[in-house]
């Protein structure tokens, strides 16, 4: 079963730069790396199991968003729920006003279609799903090195 995300896809340089990141975290445990092409950063999550029809109703109800081209920056490594108990490795979306006003906007023409969507929203980009750690100093220096990392900027033209 698919899950249905809202969300903005990144352009292929950033996405390079940032998978080669991705790719090091099965150096330290085992893991889902998010595919190349499944990078992007969430605005909403819709569920698995959306019917034809409720998809269609989605993508009309967005057609009614007006949102002007703005900037995003991403930066650092961090893990859901914490670094010493990660169980998703994500990368950071700074704070950016237009971005919550876009999610505001589509929080206004669809309220939550499942449960997982009702918590706050924090913007990320996940990088990976941990199984587990098999070298916690490894992770340790992993997320060192990459806290505050420039990942670069871009234009948010479409969602």
């Not at 085992?30 to 998809?55: C, M, P, W």
Request: no cysteine; glycine share 6%; hydrophobic share 45%.
């Amino acid at each position: 079963m698919n899950n249905y995300f809202i969300a903005i896809k990144l352009p292929s340089d950033i996405v390079a730069s940032v998978f080669s990141v991705g790719a090091q975290i099965n150096e330290f445990s085992k893991s889902t790396i998010v595919s190349y092409e499944n990078l992007h950063i969430s605005l909403k999550f819709l569920g698995g199991a959306l019917s034809d029809r409720q998809v269609e109703e989605v993508k009309s109800a967005l057609q009614s968003i007006k949102s002007k081209i703005f900037l995003i920056q991403l930066r650092g490594i961090g893990a859901f729920p914490s670094q010493q108990f990660a169980r998703v490795i994500w990368l950071g979306v700074e704070e950016s006003k237009p971005l919550f006003g876009l999610r505001k906007q589509i929080d206004a023409v669809l309220p939550p279609l499942s449960q997982a969507d009702v918590h706050n929203f924090v913007p990320h980009l996940t990088l990976s799903r941990i199984i587990s750690v098999f070298d916690k100093l490894k992770m340790a220096r992993f997320f060192k090195l990459y806290k505050k990392t420039d990942f670069g900027v871009f234009e948010v033209k479409e969602f």
